[in-house]
């Protein structure tokens, strides 16, 4: 009975402490394109982190990718996670 408390006291410890370990600060890259009328800006890059699991972080990132028309103006923002 004690060797199966210690066994499950182990295991709850080790999944604390691999939950905690996986934040982290990632990257976020968004590479925003204009197009529609000549004389337009070529494309320009933003970078900002996040901290946060790989999982969150991607998910956060990506929300931030958005197409919008406006006056014959096309601009597409493009986020990736690195």
């Known amino acids: 009975m004690k060797f199966r408390l210690s066994i499950i006291l ?3 410890f080790a999944g604390i402490i691999s939950m905690s370990s996986c934040v982290k600060k990632y990257t ?3 590479v925003v394109k204009y197009s529609g009328i000549p ?3 070529d494309s ?3 970078e900002y982190d996040i901290t946060d ?3 969150g972080a991607d ?3 990506k ?3 958005y197409s919008h028309d406006a006056n014959g103006i096309h601009t597409q923002e493009t986020c990736q996670l690195y």
């Open 44 to 46: 320009t890059m933003q």
């Open 63 to 65: 929300g931030e990718s």
């Open 10 to 12: 182990v295991m709850a």
């Open 59 to 61: 998910s956060k990132c």
């Open 39 to 41: 004389g337009l800006p």
């Open 28 to 30: 976020c890259q968004c």
């Open 53 to 55: 699991s790989k999982s």
